[in-house]
């Protein structure tokens, strides 16, 4: 039989107030525990043991973890807190700035970085009750501009942000939503004050009662919530804008009783990516790899027109088929022929509900239409905003709710 070696238990062993910083980071990184969880762990473990890392690794999951989406943010948590001997180290690299897409050149697993996150954030280092200075200088922090810190952080633009900044930012685009109006559908559905009269109703009532006319049936229309189709350019150009967009959109499509029937989202930069599925996962950091895996053209050329094409020859009849609201997000900055560009958008135009279009370039107060691809794709769109910080991004619940929103648009086709 194979024999463990003996752990070497500490004279003053800690083990648990390490289950409870433990617990906090997994708290940090999106798992629902409150202290009764953490004492049935503590209790759990005295009774099974720690002598083996797996049954430790068991007895905790069977403590602290819940729902399928969980797991994979508490192995790489537990990985890092239990495993590692330099995993401080490990951490650190994993928060380094990202200067290419999704898919980035290091390979970190699925949760990685949200486990990094929360583990950096619960650093706690304990300091000896000997060591601490008794006649020590208190101080004292002003959290009074907190608000304000926030405000400033809506406003500023994302190639601006450091890497504490983006990370922030994900946090609060994860909370905002995007709702809609229905609207009014063809098909109509039984009201007793209805304004519509149903005849067909009411001649079937009469029939039941023998040919006798005893109440005049009413209708109303039926409301029918549209579908949101979203065009995301990965050039290299809207390489860190598109990956805040895709965080916003991941909280949209997860969100439950937003008003959207169905999100649809793709990606183009030389080609045509559906990226649907891939943002159904709830996993923010696992949805975001497998669509960076999938899309292969992250940071390369664009190619508005043929993409568009893609689209409108193999989606558009699948997609927006029920007046499907269109957000378009890209720089407009095209090289291909503008007569097919036209084309393409025109074709958009006629199949969708609104076609919103956002442009990060318009935070420069002297933007002009003036590339070729802008000046083509301008008069295709109801409205066209800006989408650089998460100030444009909340405006857009706004413009979405008003169908006479132009954004833009009118001052912007005045200088054409």
């Not at 074709?347 to 935070?363: A, C, E, F, T, Y």
């Amino acid at each position: 039989m194979a024999e463990h070696i003996p752990l070497e238990i500490p004279d003053e062993p800690r083990l648990a107030q390490n289950i409870i910083h433990f617990a906090r980071a997994l708290r940090r990184a999106g798992l629902p525990i409150g202290p009764g969880r953490v004492i049935d762990a503590i209790r759990a473990v005295e009774a099974a043991g720690f002598s083996d890392r797996m049954d430790f690794f068991w007895t905790l999951h069977a403590c602290f973890v819940n729902r399928p989406e969980h797991r994979l943010i508490y192995a790489q948590v537990f990985r890092l807190y239990w495993r590692d001997p330099r995993y401080l180290e490990h951490m650190m690299a994993l928060m380094l700035p990202a200067v290419r897409g999704v898919q980035e050149d290091k390979q970190a697993q699925s949760g990685e970085k949200r486990a990094a996150q929360a583990l950096l954030g619960d650093e706690m280092p304990d300091v000896p009750e000997g060591e601490q200075e008794e006649d020590g200088t208190q101080i004292e922090v002003d959290a009074s501009m907190t608000i304000s810190s926030d405000e400033m952080l809506k406003s500023l633009d994302f190639e601006q942000m450091s890497t504490e900044e983006i990370a922030q930012a994900k946090r609060m685009l994860s909370r905002l939503s995007l709702p809609v109006k229905p609207f009014a559908s063809r098909r109509s559905m039984a009201s007793a004050r209805g304004l519509r009269t149903d005849y067909r109703k009411t001649m079937r009532n009469a029939l039941r009662q023998g040919g006798e006319f005893r109440a005049i049936a009413h209708a109303k229309p039926r409301l029918r919530w549209p579908n949101l189709v979203v065009l995301c350019d990965i050039s290299g150009s809207m390489s860190q804008y598109s990956r805040m967009v895709l965080h916003f959109l991941h909280a949209v499509a997860n969100e439950k009783g937003a008003g959207w029937s169905k999100v649809h989202a793709f990606t183009f930069g030389t080609q045509l990516t559906n990226i649907t599925r891939h943002l159904a996962t709830r996993d923010v950091d696992a949805a975001l790899k497998s669509a960076g895996a999938e899309a292969q053209d992250w940071e390369g050329g664009t190619r508005i027109g043929d993409c568009l094409h893609a689209f409108n020859r193999d989606w558009s009849r699948r997609v927006m088929g029920q007046g499907a609201v269109v957000l378009l997000i890209t720089d407009g900055l095209d090289r291909g022929v503008p007569e097919d560009l036209a084309k393409e958008m025109h074709r958009i135009q006629l199949s969708s509900r609104r076609l919103i279009w956002l442009n990060p370039l318009l935070r420069w107060d002297e933007f002009a239409p003036k590339a070729t691809g802008i000046r083509t794709m301008l008069p295709f769109v109801d409205s066209f905003r800006a989408g650089h910080s998460i100030q444009s991004l909340e405006d857009l619940a706004s413009a979405i709710s008003k169908p006479d929103d132009a954004g833009e648009k009118a001052r912007l086709m005045a200088m054409l």
